[in-house]
């Protein structure tokens, strides 16, 4: 063989093995990412992890003076025992094809005067997605929406509540977050009066970290980021 063809072969071969290198390595890559978004601790698309054990209409249908507790009773309930109330990360698409999430400044107890998650009290008889689109209705106003999943539970310790005496103050809830979608963008926010004001924001969680928002709503967006990467997209 001449040198020139020697070093074309040489070089021939160089590429080939970058080549397959690089092709494993973009095969690595894509393992990680499925296995992060596996690992990522957020339901399977289109599971709000209801498990009923006999006839669901029995078990769901529940009428209204066992939903709700005479106050005096909630109030001992919201002081000395844990309540599940279930907040929304809703999405929408702007018009210039953006996805934001709606958050609201809260106007009672606890974390009065934040901007956060709407949601509120899980009642007897709901699924996860059916008390978040009942919340999103009710606190926002928005009706057309579409629950995709649970993004995860948190357990958060308030140290004042809506429903606190001289003596026994605060509260601890565990929330579910559900990921949920607005269908008709162009949908008017109307609130009822837990919260006084709206606005939507990025998804990226580093975007919300920077402009100092609650730990709550970070929590929400890092989980949507390690569940689907490319959802902002
Ligand atoms: C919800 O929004 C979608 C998309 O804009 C629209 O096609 C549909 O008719 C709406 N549904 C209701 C019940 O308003």
């Excluded at 978004?37 to 529940?62: K, P």
């Excluded at 934040?114 to 106003?141: D, H, I, N």
Aim: aromatic share 8%.
């Amino acid at each position: 063989m001449s040198n020139s063809t020697t070093n074309t072969a040489l070089a021939a071969s160089f590429f080939l093995g970058a080549a397959v290198s690089f092709l494993v390595s973009n095969v690595i890559n894509k393992k990680k990412t499925s296995l992060n978004r596996t690992n990522a601790g957020a339901t399977m698309e289109g599971n709000d992890l209801s498990l009923y054990y006999g006839d669901i209409s029995q078990l769901t249908t529940v009428t209204q003076s066992r939903k709700f507790l005479p106050s005096e009773v909630y109030g001992k309930l919201v002081r000395d025992c844990v309540v599940c109330c279930v907040d929304c990360l809703l999405v929408r698409t702007s018009k210039e094809g953006k996805k934001e999430c709606l958050l609201v400044l809260r106007s009672s107890e606890p974390v009065k005067g934040v901007w956060w998650l709407p949601g509120g009290r899980l009642l007897k008889g709901e699924s996860f997605f059916a008390a978040a689109k009942r919340k999103a209705q009710e606190e926002t106003g928005l009706t057309n929406v579409t629950c995709i999943q649970v993004l995860g539970v948190w357990n958060t310790f308030f140290p004042t509540s809506n429903w606190d005496t001289d003596t026994e103050k605060g509260t601890q809830t565990v929330n579910p977050i559900v990921l949920v979608e607005l269908n008709d963008e162009g949908a008017d926010v109307k609130l009822d009066d837990t919260s006084e004001e709206w606005r939507w924001i990025s998804l990226d969680p580093e975007e919300a970290i920077q402009n100092g928002e609650d730990k709550y709503v970070v929590q929400g967006l890092l989980r949507l980021q390690a569940w689907n990467p490319s959802y902002n997209r």
